[in-house]
């Protein structure tokens, strides 16, 4: 079955530094997010990517956050300068369209120190 | 008011019981709705579509009730491995976005 990969599994970072989250979504689909969630609480969608483009972003997804699709196989978030506060577990997803639903990462776990 | 609300449990069954999970969303022009399972500390995996119709796969019955704005889950000879958290998950299309909208979700023990 095909699979959306996520590196690192585990991230350790000081605040202030610079993370990138890489993900390889599905090889046919078209729609590709980032979800994080903070240890006990929800799922939260970050931004969502069609077309080379930003498509939808939240209010979580301010200027410290970046997406690319560098190399029509690669999906990343990058954060620019961590806080305490973006320590959770981020997952990528990807989806053919909005009637099939979305295939999920298994999650990278930033930890903000 | 929470755009998809669930009630957070726990729901602690014996096993081989019927379970019913319930959940509400705010935005009526939703336009489509799953149901998803999480293991602790997992990522969320597509356990099935909600469809007004209802829609079963084996033990699982799913059920969307438009008018109400509210879709359910019925487990039927729940599992010991049934015992996760079951989120409701709605999208909003358009925008060329369809971002997923989760519920905090419900969680599930299934007991000897």
């Known amino acids: 079955e095909p699979e959306v990969t996520q590196t690192p599994s585990h991230q350790v970072t000081q605040m202030g530094q610079e993370v990138i989250l890489r993900c390889v979504p599905i090889?046919?689909?078209?729609?590709f997010y980032w979800y994080r969630q903070i240890l006990g609480q929800k799922v939260e969608f970050l931004v969502s990517f069609y077309n080379n483009e930003i498509s939808e972003k939240s209010e979580i997804f301010d200027d410290q956050f970046s997406v690319e699709r560098p190399d029509g196989s690669n999906f990343t978030l990058k954060i620019r300068s961590t806080k305490l506060e973006d320590s959770a577990m981020y997952f990528c997803?990807?989806?053919?369209?909005?009637?099939?639903?979305?295939?999920f990462g298994s999650g990278t776990r930033l930890t903000v120190v | 008011r929470k755009e998809v609300e669930q009630d957070p449990g726990p729901f602690n069954v014996p096993e081989g019981a019927t379970v019913a999970f319930n959940c509400t969303y705010s935005n009526s022009a939703s336009q489509s709705f799953f149901w998803y399972r999480q293991d602790c500390r997992k990522e969320p995996k597509l356990l099935m579509s909600?469809?007004?119709s209802g829609n079963e796969d084996g033990r699982f019955t799913a059920q969307l009730n438009r008018a109400s704005q509210y879709i359910s889950l019925l487990i039927r000879d729940s599992k010991l491995s049934d015992s996760a958290t079951y989120l409701c998950?709605?999208?909003?299309?358009?925008?060329?976005?369809?971002?997923?909208?989760f519920g905090t979700g419900t969680q599930l023990k299934v007991e000897l």
């Open positions: 997803a990807s989806g053919r369209d909005g009637d099939y639903g979305y295939t």
């Open positions: 998950v709605v999208i909003d299309l358009g925008g060329g976005g369809n971002k997923l909208t």
């Open positions: 909600v469809y007004s």
């Open positions: 090889s046919n689909h078209l729609y």
